[in-house]
């Protein structure tokens, strides 16, 4: 008698996620374990942690906050699409400006999603990736083709053109009113290795001293928090 022969379970895709908040991490399982062809592998709340993880997880697509302590989201996607470039990437940030979607990708992501869109849309963004495409949350679409592709794109006049990621990091941090060494803690480097950043950012935005870099990071913060 021929023994019954057990249907086998589909492959669950795997899913990592990277986010400095523990209930933003809860809200993201809780929605991928009602998803029958997604399982989570893991889960890290900096950088550091995330690579460590990553060889054993073995994820499929990795989600990716771009504000971590101790380090920052764009550069660990460059890490990630160096040392494990099989690995897929979907950042979801709550910045939802069009220009630090831009970076996001030229860094390295494969999607870009925000933090306020609802579980649908991030789950639609997740498969997307997944399936080999690229994805950007329909508030940012136009605004990138527009940016990255249009004939329209930027003079290069503002911090997010002329700031590399790091510094255009710092240059927010600023603007936010940290000090140097927090900023040296969040980032994970050294307050000298800040107060270089700093010396770049002023010769490039032509700014004076401290006091003009502290007054300009402030007000481009307001700006972009519509304040």
């Not at 592998?41 to 504000?67: F, H, K, N, W, Y």
Request: one cysteine or more.
């Amino acid at each position: 008698m021929t023994p019954d022969v057990q249907p086998s379970k589909p492959t669950r895709r795997r899913i990592f996620f990277v986010d400095d908040h523990p209930l933003v991490r809860e809200w993201l399982a809780s929605m991928v374990a009602l998803e029958p062809d997604l399982e989570v592998c893991g889960q890290a709340e900096d950088a550091a942690a995330a690579i460590t993880a990553v060889p054993q997880a073995r994820p499929d697509l990795m989600v990716v906050d771009l504000s971590l302590p101790r380090g920052s989201g764009l550069e660990l996607i460059k890490k990630m699409r160096a040392q494990f470039p099989q690995v897929r990437l979907l950042v979801l940030s709550m910045h939802d400006e069009a220009s630090v979607a831009e970076r996001a990708f030229r860094a390295g992501a494969h999607g870009y999603a925000v933090k306020r869109e609802s579980g649908p849309h991030i789950i639609n963004g997740i498969r997307t990736v997944l399936e080999g495409k690229f994805y950007a949350s329909p508030s940012l679409a136009s605004q990138l083709t527009g940016r990255m592709f249009g004939a329209g794109a930027r003079s290069g006049k503002t911090p997010e053109e002329l700031l590399s990621d790091r510094e255009l990091e710092v240059f927010r941090l600023r603007g936010q009113g940290r000090s140097l060494k927090e900023i040296a803690d969040r980032l994970g480097v050294s307050a000298k290795t800040v107060g270089s950043y700093d010396t770049r950012i002023k010769e490039k935005l032509g700014l004076a001293d401290a006091g003009e870099l502290m007054r300009e990071a402030v007000l481009w913060h307001h700006r972009k928090r519509g304040l």
